[in-house]
């Protein structure tokens, strides 16, 4: 299995469930410990509803167990890395390779994040991004959201390569979409790939400063997202955090995380 076959999610769910069991726990001793709804894990597991990326994380971090062990037939150890960096656990962006849960969980302890959301709606399973969308009014939901993707396509061509891992993240990003784009909005989308994007607008498609702080995480996690950060996508990513007006000190404290969990990367 390669990062492009489709994800497994059967298999997925069934591994879940017996890790579920393994652990000796219950439906509803799962649901109080993530303070999900009466129901949910029993709709997951039953397929009623799709599982999330990061809800699957959340159960694994439960159970005791890892993301290679939904895969145990794996057939050699460059293919359980491959499965492990589709099976990230942010939806929003869909590859994260499983050193780099610890950059995740980074995102779900920013102090400006935390401040904004607030730590007990963090401890849910709820992607951090649709938290922060559920804050916004709806244009400021769509205007945070078309800038994001803005923003992350031409990041894509920052160094005038486009790989294959980085347009399926994008892809999985778009499908992910928490709104429905028109024809003119996804054309804006792809102009970003044309030309370095640097927006306008600051104030109103960045009302909360939590916003300018979760571009920044998935702008790195996306130039992650084929193993390195090279020149061109830091410059790129450096001169966002500058037109976004983000405080110095912010920018320092995710640029120092980012590589201390970059350095934890096998190379």
Avoid at 37 to 44: C, E, K, N, P
Avoid at 123 to 146: G, I
Avoid at 249 to 260: E, G, K, N, Y
């Amino acid at each position: 299995m390669t990062i492009r076959d489709p994800f497994p999610e059967p298999q997925v769910l069934e591994r879940l469930v017996n890790l579920r069991k393994k652990a000796g726990l219950t439906q509803k001793a799962v649901e109080q410990k993530l303070d999900w709804r009466q129901g949910t894990l029993y709709d997951y597991e039953k397929a009623r509803l799709k599982i999330s990326l990061e809800a699957a994380w959340h159960l694994l971090q439960v159970y005791g167990a890892e993301w290679k062990d939904l895969f145990a037939k794996a057939d050699t150890p460059s293919a359980v890395e491959a499965v492990g960096a589709w099976m990230g656990p942010m939806v929003q962006l869909g590859l994260v390779s499983l050193s780099m849960q610890d950059m995740i969980q980074a995102i779900r302890e920013d102090p400006i994040i935390v401040a904004e959301i607030g730590r007990d709606a963090l401890h849910t399973s709820t992607p951090v991004l649709q938290l922060l969308l559920n804050r916004l009014t709806e244009t400021q939901k769509r205007d945070y959201f078309l800038e994001l993707c803005r923003y992350v396509n031409s990041l894509m061509t920052a160094d005038h390569r486009i790989r294959a891992e980085e347009k399926q993240a994008r892809d999985i990003l778009l499908a992910h979409a928490p709104l429905d784009l028109d024809e003119r909005e996804r054309a804006s989308l792809l102009r970003a790939f044309e030309s370095r994007y640097l927006g306008k607008g600051r104030e109103r498609k960045f009302p909360k400063a939590a916003l300018k702080h979760l571009l920044l995480w998935i702008l790195y996690i996306m130039a992650l997202s084929d193993g390195d950060i090279n020149h061109h996508e830091q410059t790129y990513i450096e001169a966002v955090a500058e037109n976004i007006e983000l405080t110095r000190s912010s920018l320092d404290s995710i640029q120092r995380q980012v590589l201390a969990f970059h350095r934890k990367e096998p190379g």
